[in-house]
């Protein structure tokens, strides 16, 4: 198979299972036991911890270990909300274009009675900075704008955002979930105050994460329990994932300027050849996007169908997010970006990996303009728009 769905998930790197494998087996000890097999899974869990703060210029004692990027989005939201209602703060910040775990998150808090703004991304998918001071209010207690976007791969100016806040003395949140691990990010000189990062998203393991949140920031118990993460977060800790995740980011932020070059040669190679197919427009900027993202839409053609076909010719691919991908529902991303809903409906997302080879790259360049061919032939709308009773929009 031809695996391009790394926004979705990633493979899991060998060296990364390797340095797991001990805590999966005789190196079992619960990290809060005293006995000398305890202390030595404690060991290796801070020193987890020592290397993950290291990546994006933290220190140790910020850094949470959760169960994936879902978990540190709600946690960064939550605590920040509940800090704010306390000053009478009940305003957020936040895009049109968040993951879920964002959104979802927002939309309960709406309903305890918070007010939140969306900012617009315009046709590049980029969040403008004006909007946002026009935004801030007395009362707002959180901005959370992510830092590259898992559908169309923009990134967002997230130092500048976060110098924004800072001045205000608003808390910033950013779901850095496609970002760390793939582009350069540092807590400190980007002043952001939480972030969330997941394992699987850089060849680490599932359900592993991290929540990176500044010391001044009070964090909420989301989970009761132990002592465990600074009694923020009880229950026995994931070693294994630890170290995995840890092992993963350090590789990832190795080979990043390398693995990058490599990437954006392909991403542009197939983004040009994949627009030479009549009505297909690219999603999203074209520079300010991850190296690894490929997000297109072709008019006349259903996203799902397209998936089908690419799946029976070998190649893994998304039309969205894997979470919208099962519903009907054409994405809030494609929407906000301005795409009608009868073109949403036709994108397709390639994301690339360090695994992803040259020849993958023009088999894919070979298969797509074929099944868009054959789905086109298939196609009412199509046809209709062919015969001229119907007006392209792209
Ligand atoms: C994958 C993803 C998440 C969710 O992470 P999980 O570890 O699957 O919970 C959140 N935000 C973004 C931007 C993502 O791509």
Same mark, same amino acid.
């Given at each position: 198979?031809?695996?391009?769905?790394?926004?979705? @998930? @990633?493979?899991?790197?060998?060296?990364?299972?390797?340095?797991?494998?001990?805590?999966?087996?005789?190196?079992?000890?619960?990290? =809060? =036991?005293?006995?000398?097999?305890?202390?030595?899974?404690?060991?290796?869990? +801070?020193?987890?911890?020592?290397?993950?703060?290291?990546?994006?210029?933290?220190?140790?004692?910020?850094?949470? $270990?959760?169960?994936?990027?879902?978990?540190?989005?709600?946690?960064?939201?939550?605590?920040?909300?509940?800090?704010?209602?306390?000053?009478?703060?009940?305003?957020?910040?936040?895009?049109?274009?968040?993951?879920?775990?964002?959104?979802?998150t927002i939309e309960k808090l709406e309903k305890q009675g918070f007010?939140?703004?969306?900012?617009? &991304?315009?046709?590049?998918?980029?969040?403008?900075?004006?909007?946002?001071?026009?935004?801030?209010?007395?009362?707002?207690? %959180?901005?959370?704008?992510?830092?590259?976007?898992? +559908?169309?791969? @923009?990134?967002?100016?997230?130092?500048?955002? !976060?110098?924004?806040?800072?001045?205000?003395?608003?808390? $910033?949140?950013?779901?850095?979930?496609?970002?760390?691990?793939?582009?350069?990010?540092?807590?400190?000189?980007?002043?952001?105050?939480?972030?969330?990062?997941?394992?699987?998203? $850089? #060849?680490?393991?599932?359900?592993?994460?991290?929540?990176?949140?500044?010391?001044?920031? %009070?964090?909420?118990?989301?989970?009761?329990?132990?002592?465990?993460?600074?009694?923020?977060?009880?229950? @026995?800790?994931?070693?294994?994932?630890?170290?995995?995740?840890?092992?993963?980011?350090?590789?990832?932020?190795?080979?990043?300027?390398e693995v990058n070059a490599r990437l954006t040669i392909f991403r542009?190679?197939?983004?040009?050849?994949?627009?030479?197919?009549?009505?297909?427009?690219?999603?999203?900027?074209?520079?300010?996007?991850?190296?690894?993202?490929?997000?297109?839409? $072709?008019? !006349?053609?259903?996203?799902?169908?397209? %998936?089908?076909?690419?799946?029976?010719?070998?190649?893994?691919?998304?039309?969205?997010?894997?979470?919208?991908?099962?519903?009907?529902?054409?994405?809030?991303?494609?929407?906000?970006?301005?795409?009608?809903?009868?073109?949403?409906? !036709?994108?397709?997302?390639?994301?690339?990996?360090?695994?992803?080879?040259? +020849?993958?790259?023009?088999?894919?360049?070979?298969? &797509?303009?074929?099944?868009?061919?054959?789905?086109?032939?298939?196609?009412?709308?199509? #046809?209709? %728009?062919?015969? !001229?009773?119907?007006?392209?929009?792209?």
């Open positions: 198979m031809i695996y391009l769905d790394n926004a979705g @998930t @990633t493979r899991l790197d060998e060296k990364v299972l390797k340095k797991m494998m001990p805590y999966l087996k005789e190196e079992y000890g619960n990290a =809060s =036991s005293l006995h000398s097999m305890g202390q030595r899974a404690k060991e290796s869990l +801070e020193n987890a911890r020592e290397i993950v703060a290291k990546c994006i210029n933290a220190n140790p004692r910020e850094i949470y $270990f959760t169960s994936g990027g879902s978990e540190s989005d709600n946690q960064a939201i939550i605590s920040a909300c509940k800090l704010g209602e306390r000053k009478g703060k009940k305003h957020i910040i936040s895009s049109k274009i968040e993951h879920h775990a964002v959104l979802h007010e939140v703004t969306y900012l617009d &991304v315009y046709e590049n998918g980029i969040v403008k900075l004006e909007d946002l001071k026009n935004a801030i209010r007395e009362d707002t207690c %959180l901005v959370t704008i992510m830092f590259a976007n898992n +559908e169309i791969g @923009t990134i967002q100016p997230i130092k500048e955002i !976060g110098e924004i806040c800072r001045a205000k003395g608003i808390l $910033f949140h950013t779901d850095a979930v496609q970002a760390v691990g793939h582009i350069n990010v540092d807590v400190e000189k980007m002043n952001i105050d939480m972030l969330s990062i997941a394992g699987h998203k $850089f #060849h680490g393991p599932k359900g592993i994460g991290v929540l990176y949140a500044r010391r001044k920031v %009070l964090l909420s118990n989301l989970i009761e329990g132990g002592a465990q993460e600074s009694g923020k977060r009880g229950g @026995t800790e994931n070693v294994a994932g630890a170290v995995g995740l840890a092992y993963a980011l350090k590789m990832a932020t190795e080979e990043m300027e542009d190679k197939l983004i040009k050849a994949l627009l030479k197919i009549p009505h297909s427009a690219l999603n999203g900027d074209k520079t300010k996007r991850l190296p690894n993202n490929v997000n297109i839409c $072709f008019e !006349g053609i259903e996203g799902e169908s397209l %998936l089908l076909l690419l799946d029976d010719e070998g190649i893994c691919a998304s039309s969205g997010s894997a979470c919208t991908s099962g519903s009907l529902d054409p994405s809030h991303v494609l929407l906000a970006i301005g795409r009608p809903h009868e073109v949403a409906h !036709g994108s397709l997302r390639l994301s690339l990996s360090k695994y992803t080879t040259q +020849e993958e790259i023009d088999k894919t360049i070979e298969i &797509v303009p074929k099944v868009v061919e054959h789905l086109r032939k298939m196609s009412p709308v199509w #046809h209709s %728009l062919q015969k !001229g009773e119907r007006k392209y929009v792209i």
